[in-house]
């Protein structure tokens, strides 16, 4: 049976694995994300510019996209304050294998952001890109290899060589 507010009703085996409705996640997932945007902007803001041009400068995107984010984040927390919280059936709840894939993607990014002054863009990113998706289910060779290497490449190309941002 199928609802048109709430999307298809979960099996009954998986009943138990659903994760309900919690206003209280709603709230924190917008404050994170308000704090967090709010970070960028100021963040942005204290980009040294050598020149200023009083237009586009390196603090302009940075900035753009926290403010949209921060905008987001505080729709989300109206949105979580005032309306019904979601209804979460489609998802299952946390698991601990889903708790130790979080620290573990975690402590990659911490390791990544220790490697990438010391090593370099591509020698930091290719074996964090291997090693994140064989711990999201990537097995097969092609996943491990040609996803890793093609998204190193295709950053590497647009924020190196066409932006012009060195990495």
């Not at 085996?13 to 917008?30: D, K, T």
């Not at 996209?65 to 979460?88: C, D, E, I, Q």
Request: proline residues 7%; positive net charge.
């Amino acid at each position: 049976m199928q609802s048109s507010e709430t999307g298809p009703a979960p099996a009954p085996e998986n009943q138990a694995l659903a994760a309900g409705p919690s206003r209280r996640l709603e709230i924190v997932c917008a404050v994170i994300a308000i704090a967090g945007s709010a970070l960028l902007v100021i963040a942005a803001q204290q980009i040294e510019v050598r020149n200023e041009t009083g237009g586009i400068d390196p603090r302009w995107w940075p900035t753009v996209l926290g403010a949209a984010a921060l905008t987001f984040g505080v729709v989300l927390a109206a949105v979580a304050v005032l309306r019904p919280p979601f209804s979460r059936d489609d998802l299952e709840s946390a698991t601990r294998v889903g708790w130790v894939r979080l620290v573990v993607s975690l402590a990659i990014a911490v390791v990544y952001l220790v490697l990438w002054p010391l090593t370099g863009y591509l020698i930091a990113t290719l074996p964090m890109l291997v090693v994140l998706t064989w711990l999201f289910g990537g097995r097969g060779w092609r996943t491990l290899a040609v996803f890793p290497v093609a998204m190193t490449g295709f950053t590497y190309a647009l924020f190196h060589l066409v932006l012009k941002v060195p990495l």
